[in-house]
């Protein structure tokens, strides 16, 4: 006897070829992928559109004074009032917006409180221990740099005053005046006027 051809129709073939498509989709390997993703889709999905929850950030008085060295270590975030200041090239500035970064457990909690500008200038998170740092040992890309964050922290945080040399008096402020500019020059025209 012979045997009749082997023959498919096509209903045959169109259902073997969506078996396989099934076992390639819902394979155990590619559902686990599968929902990896979506978990990974949905995490990123979620950061971009929650808003942020920080805490609320009390409103201080503004701070308008020169310090020494020490009285500037009173402010490193730990206080009650979490005030965090940080000089950088003889001036200092009110960082407690940022204390996320300067404050207490912040990734510059090194320069709360302190003399920052050598550790910005030598990108080092170290900051100066002496008493007062003249700086007069950094080379000239350091003393770039340093005016360089000077003027970034000029305009995102507020002016408190300057840094004391030892021996220095401080200056009064009056609430009425203006943050000014760095005042080394005008004591120069001021000699010049005298003389």
Do not use: H
């Not at 709360?112 to 221990?129: N, P």
């Not at 004391?164 to 025209?189: C, F, I, K, M, V």
Request: zero cysteines; charged letters at 30%; a negative charge.
């Amino acid at each position: 006897m012979a045997s009749a051809p082997d023959t498919k129709t096509p209903e045959v073939e169109s259902s073997g070829s969506l078996s396989i498509v099934n076992d390639i989709i819902f394979s155990p390997i590619n559902l686990l992928l599968t929902l990896i993703i979506g978990v990974l889709v949905y995490k990123i999905f979620k950061k971009f559109t929650k808003a942020p929850v920080d805490a609320p950030v009390l409103q201080l008085p503004k701070i308008r004074k020169d310090m020494t060295v020490a009285e500037l270590r009173q402010y490193d975030g730990t206080q009650p009032d979490g005030r965090v200041l940080l000089a950088v090239n003889s001036w200092i500035f009110d960082v407690t917006r940022g204390r996320r970064f300067y404050g207490p457990g912040g990734p510059y909690a090194a320069f709360g409180g302190k003399d920052a500008s050598r550790g910005l200038a030598t990108f080092s998170l170290k900051s100066s221990d002496k008493e007062y740092d003249d700086l007069s040992d950094l080379n000239l890309m350091e003393m770039e740099s340093v005016k360089e964050w000077e003027a970034q922290f000029r305009e995102q945080y507020d002016l408190v005053g300057r840094l004391l040399r030892p021996g220095e008096e401080p200056r009064n402020y009056s609430d009425e005046e203006p943050e000014e500019a760095d005042t080394s020059t005008s004591g120069q025209t001021e000699d010049k006027k005298d003389q």
